[in-house]
């Protein structure tokens, strides 16, 4: 039985994400680790990890965003879906995330900290449902939203694609 978007988000009670899609956090450690024990871009104490379940539909993106954590992405099921990211460098790519190896596409793929980094369906009318974990554990406080001129001032030559995966803030 195929699933739609609109009953994964019931069946898991996934809220809206900032950054877009939908989300709800399925793993937080117990266990933390101190903040003098982590590197320097961390002000606090941190969970040792932390996962989420994100589904994107196909007619949203997730806009640019950066993390203080490294991030590995999982595919569950539906459609592929294209992550892009900027690297600090100035760099872009794509991984494509998804289950036809033969394609290119991979099964899970890791965003490294302060890459900026946004995805979208390669489906207009379909969506993707992935996981997300980070270690150490994800904490809003760690999330910083890309807004549009600041992105655009620093990458240039990657205008279209900012200008798809950002709003003005």
């Given at each position: ?47 040792l990890g932390?996962?989420i379940y ?47 190896i033969a ?67």
């Amino acid at each position: 039985m195929t699933m739609t978007a609109e009953a994964i988000i019931e069946a898991l009670e996934m809220k809206p994400h900032p950054e877009g899609g939908y989300y709800c956090e399925t793993y937080r450690a117990a266990d933390t680790i101190t903040a003098d024990a982590l590197p320097k871009r961390f002000p606090d104490d941190r969970a040792l990890g932390t996962a989420i379940y994100f589904l994107l539909p196909g007619g949203d993106v997730s806009c640019f965003h950066r993390l203080r954590c490294d991030e590995l992405w999982h595919f569950y099921c539906g459609n592929p879906l294209v992550i892009h990211l900027l690297d600090p460098a100035g760099a872009y790519r794509e991984i494509h995330l998804g289950p036809d190896i033969a394609a290119g596409e991979r099964p899970q793929a890791v965003v490294p900290h302060a890459h900026w980094v946004g995805a979208t369906v390669t489906e207009p009318e379909g969506f993707a449902l992935v996981g997300c974990t980070t270690t150490p554990g994800f904490e809003f406080a760690d999330f910083e939203m890309g807004g549009r001129n600041a992105l655009l001032a620093a990458y240039p030559r990657h205008a279209q694609v900012i200008t798809r995966l950002s709003y003005e803030l």
